[in-house]
């Protein structure tokens, strides 16, 4: 999301005559783009502001903070303490062009409406892209400051959504990833838009290849969204659904409106459609009174779906939650062996998933040079990351592959088809659509 945030923020800025730099050294104006979620990243951005102050100093620097951080007073006080000039909440992300008028110190915390029309030209040589379709959060997880830093839920409308995908297939884009807090709630907080099984068709018919998208609450994975996943032949067949733990004890005071049946039932019902659907969650341990037992539910659980992967997270106190005021009981030990337990189980179990592929023919959609330059780096359809040999596949496209190897990290293919390479035409990039109050 920060991403996607980052990007509709830098084509604003190309489209104001600015030009991206991509060494600091060069740069008259850096605008760092924050997290909240945890107390780590915010930790980061000190870090990163303090070197960049230090610039400021020596050669008149300009600082800009944007995102989720600068919405909360911590983020306030961060950016006074390293004299940030800029300051954009992430419903404010359209007042960049009135930010930098005249030079002077310029602070906005607003939700501004234009922020949902505001149509970003496809990023320049992606083929793999993200579309936001819904901002906010009406869900009131206890521990998760999202709706505090980014507000109620607002879903973009579908003419929105269709004119910029509409832009990313015209410009060769053979992906894209619907994103949101909770995508799976799109619509459900105007009356009369369509939800998001109908979004999925429409998106579905669009022409581009491949249709992905995350992340989902458990609670709207309504039956006819796992319908239009099933029957949408482009949408992959890839499903991130956060559990967060499987206690419902620990559910309960998380918040999260489910208990562990009603997840379970959901992940049947999905398998009854799709059998071999590509399923990963995220899981918080050493929640507020987390107990050993909570815990060991939360590994069952894991057993009894055996997701293909999993994000694993250390509860992370943040002040403004509602579990901010519960003790944060849980030692630093506990939590700390309880992460390493988890993190064995989701290795074993991303082993065991991705060997199953070993022999087996995968649509592979190649992004570019892996770190080990002797591949090429992309996803299968259902998500898995994989790496094909660059003397195989030396252009980024979409390739059939074998898989030969596998880790719980990635698995290792042979090309057996190439099915389109494709060059992104770089001229596209400079037209965003900006609503017309935003830049005048
Ligand atoms: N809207 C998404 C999640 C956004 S935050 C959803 O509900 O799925 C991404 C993940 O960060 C969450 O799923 C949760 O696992 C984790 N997270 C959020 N707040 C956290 C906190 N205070 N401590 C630790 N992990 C947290
Ligand atoms: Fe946070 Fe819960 Fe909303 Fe996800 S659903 S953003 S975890 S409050």
Request: net charge negative; hydrophobic share 40%.
């Amino acid at each position: 999301m920060n991403e996607y945030d980052s990007h509709m923020v830098e084509s604003q800025l190309v489209a104001l005559g600015a030009e991206l730099v991509s060494n600091v050294d060069h740069a008259d104006f850096v605008l760092v783009n924050t997290c909240a979620v945890r107390g780590k990243p915010v930790d980061k951005v000190k870090a990163v502001l303090g070197d960049l102050r230090k610039l400021k100093h020596s050669r008149g620097l300009m600082l800009g903070m944007m995102g989720c951080l600068a919405q909360l007073e911590e983020g306030q006080e961060i950016a006074k303490k390293y004299e940030v000039d800029v300051l954009l909440g992430p419903g404010a992300l359209t007042d960049i062009g009135a930010a930098l008028e005249g030079n002077k110190k310029f602070w906005s915390l607003a939700f501004k409406d234009d922020i949902h029309e505001f149509i970003p030209p496809p990023p320049k040589g992606k083929l793999s892209v993200m579309l936001t379709i819904q901002r906010g959060c009406d869900h009131h997880c206890t521990y998760c400051i999202v709706p505090t830093t980014r507000g109620p839920q607002v879903s973009r409308t579908p003419q929105n959504i269709m004119t910029e995908l509409g832009a990313m297939v015209e410009a060769g884009v053979l992906e894209v990833t619907l994103l949101g807090q909770n995508v799976n709630s799109y619509g459900l907080d105007q009356p009369g838009m369509p939800g998001f099984g109908e979004l999925l068709r429409m998106v579905g018919k669009s022409g581009i290849p491949r249709v992905k998208f995350t992340t989902s609450h458990p609670m709207d994975f309504s039956d006819d969204i796992i319908q239009a996943i099933a029957e949408t032949e482009n949408v992959c067949k890839y499903i991130h659904l956060p559990v967060q733990s499987g206690s419902n004890a620990v559910l309960k005071r998380m918040g999260r409106e489910y208990t562990r049946e009603f997840y379970l039932e959901r992940i049947a019902k999905i398998r009854s459609l799709m059998p071999d659907i590509f399923l990963t969650t995220d899981l918080i341990v050493g929640f507020p009174s987390e107990t050993e037992a909570d815990f060991l539910e939360t590994l069952s659980l894991y057993e009894e779906v055996a997701f293909d992967s999993a994000y694993t997270f250390i509860y992370s106190a943040r002040a403004g939650t509602p579990s901010y005021k519960h003790f944060d009981d849980q030692p630093k030990e506990v939590k700390s062996e309880r992460l390493t337990r988890l993190i064995e189980r989701q290795r074993h179990w991303a082993q065991v998933k991705n060997s199953s592929l070993i022999g087996k023919e995968v649509e592979v959609l190649l992004r570019g040079p892996a770190y080990e330059p002797t591949f090429m780096e992309g996803h299968t359809q259902a998500h898995h990351p994989i790496l094909l040999p660059a003397s195989e596949a030396p252009f980024p496209g979409l390739y059939r592959a074998r898989v030969e190897h596998a880790t719980p990290h990635m698995v290792f293919g042979k090309v057996t088809q190439t099915i389109q390479t494709s060059f992104i035409t770089p001229a596209l990039y400079n037209s965003p659509v900006i609503p017309s109050a935003t830049m005048t």
